[in-house]
């Protein structure tokens, strides 16, 4: 099958707002998993110590062994601490947006460079305008589409994919730098310079090359395939309900954390609990690996297979 020559362009509204509305009037009680969430606060604590502790050490070890660790160990946790990070952006951290924004900062630590404040600025606007052309910085630009088509186009892209997800955003929707974007270059360079004294170059490395990995062929990369690009025409979110959740701050339940944007991923498995109705019926991944091989084998599943509006 042809790859196809364009995005699918609608006029309908994203579906999570109407859903949204739908589900509160059957069941108010939903309002009750609003909140914080200290599970979030303990993994995250947890996720940084455990990156920054392996950087330490990683440097008395060979290069291939800190290949390896940064692949099945570092990248996994620096994928989590940016779900980490996509979850204290919702303010589901701590009751006041500030603790949050410092929460994130320090969530950033292990990723190398500063991204938390310029994701939550992005972030808000992919829930808000959803699809928006020009305004949708998760996907893909027309350059992309044009040049890494096929398999081995495929491949390379996702390979890469976080360098597209890092820079794409200042070439579709530049924004002007405020005050916590300041903060969070200045508070990552400051933790740099005190971490690389202890942890040397290689540590250095190590964080760099698990970010790289993190954002590439490991299996929890998946979900940024899996969440929005069309595996079944008509739909636009979809879930995944497998056990890599227990890795990502549940951001495989994508539809409902759509839906929901203020229920922490901890409690989204009962939001599908109380209204199956809304969310049985529709398609969901079985595995991000299977995602993946989709994505770069499959030639009906391409870069343009995203739903935009004008």
């Known amino acids: 099958m042809k790859e196809q020559a364009d995005f699918y362009w609608t006029e309908a509204r994203e579906p999570h707002s109407e859903r949204r509305k739908a589900i509160l009037k059957k069941y108010p009680q939903v309002r009750e998993l609003v909140g914080r969430d200290m599970k979030l606060v303990i993994g995250t604590i947890l996720l940084v110590a455990l990156q920054l502790l392996l950087a330490y050490y990683i440097d008395n070890f060979s290069i291939w062994i800190l290949i390896i660790v940064s692949y099945f160990i570092g990248s996994t946790a620096t994928h989590a601490l940016f779900l980490a990070i996509h979850e204290i952006t919702h303010n589901l951290a701590f009751r006041k947006q500030v603790y949050n924004n410092w929460f994130a900062l320090f969530a950033n630590i292990p990723i190398v460079f500063p991204y938390s404040m310029s994701f939550k600025t992005y972030h808000t606007m992919h829930h808000r305008q959803q699809g928006k052309d020009g305004m949708d910085v998760d ?101 995944y309900y497998g056990p890599l959740n227990y890795l990502m701050f549940n951001v495989g339940y994508h539809n409902e954390h759509h839906d929901f944007p203020s229920i922490p991923g901890s409690r989204l498995p009962e939001l599908k609990k109380i209204a199956p109705e809304y969310y049985d019926t529709l398609y969901s991944h079985k595995s991000y690996v299977q995602v993946i091989l989709k994505f770069i084998t499959d030639s009906a599943i391409s870069l343009h297979s995203r739903i935009k509006r004008k």
Do not use: D
């Open 139 to 239: 996907i893909p630009t027309t350059a992309e589409t044009r040049i890494f088509k096929g398999t081995f186009g495929k491949l390379i892209w996702e390979v890469n994919q976080i360098f597209f997800y890092a820079l794409r955003p200042m070439f579709v929707y530049p924004i002007k730098l405020k005050k916590w974007h300041y903060i969070n270059i200045i508070f990552q360079v400051i933790a740099m310079a005190v971490f690389l004294p202890f942890a040397g170059w290689g540590g250095l490395f190590y964080l760099l090359l698990s970010s790289f990995f993190a954002g590439g062929l490991n299996p929890v990369s998946g979900h940024f395939i899996a969440e929005h690009y069309v595996f079944r025409e008509g739909q636009e979110t979809y879930s």
